[in-house]
């Protein structure tokens, strides 16, 4: 059975860097024909698409987040990482670590087979 786990800090200062680290269990990252993505629902609102990396290696952002997202993955570890840069308190929000197979870029939770239980993340001084 596959699992994804989200770790890293749950509080984060304004203009300091995020980083979350997603561990896969039970398949491998590297499987073709799947994309392993950030996905982030802040309080109140929908669900947005951050960001992902594919089978390849190769990563896709969303366009509104694309100046300040990374997104990396370590292969022997079988992790992939986020970095968002200069955060602000509209970052705060639940982000979740999830696999995909198609439609790249979804905001609905049904196009993705698998994902972590969230991770709150709050961007406050």
């Not at 987040?65 to 639940?94: G, M, W, Y």
Request: proline share 4%.
């Amino acid at each position: 059975q596959m699992q994804l786990q989200e770790s890293g800090p749950g509080l984060v200062k304004p203009s300091q860097t995020l980083s979350l680290t997603c561990t896969v269990s039970g398949g491998s990252i590297t499987t073709n024909y799947y994309y392993w993505s950030w996905i982030r629902q802040p309080p109140g609102k929908g669900l947005e698409f951050m960001g992902a990396i594919v089978s390849s290696g190769s990563t896709y952002y969303s366009s509104s987040l694309k100046s300040r997202t990374s997104i990396s993955r370590d292969t022997s570890k079988n992790q992939f990482t986020l970095q968002l840069n200069s955060v602000t308190p509209e970052d705060t929000a639940v982000y979740y670590c999830a696999r995909g197979s198609s439609r790249l870029g979804s905001t609905s939770l049904s196009d993705y087979d698998y994902r972590g239980q969230g991770t709150q993340v709050t961007v406050s001084s």
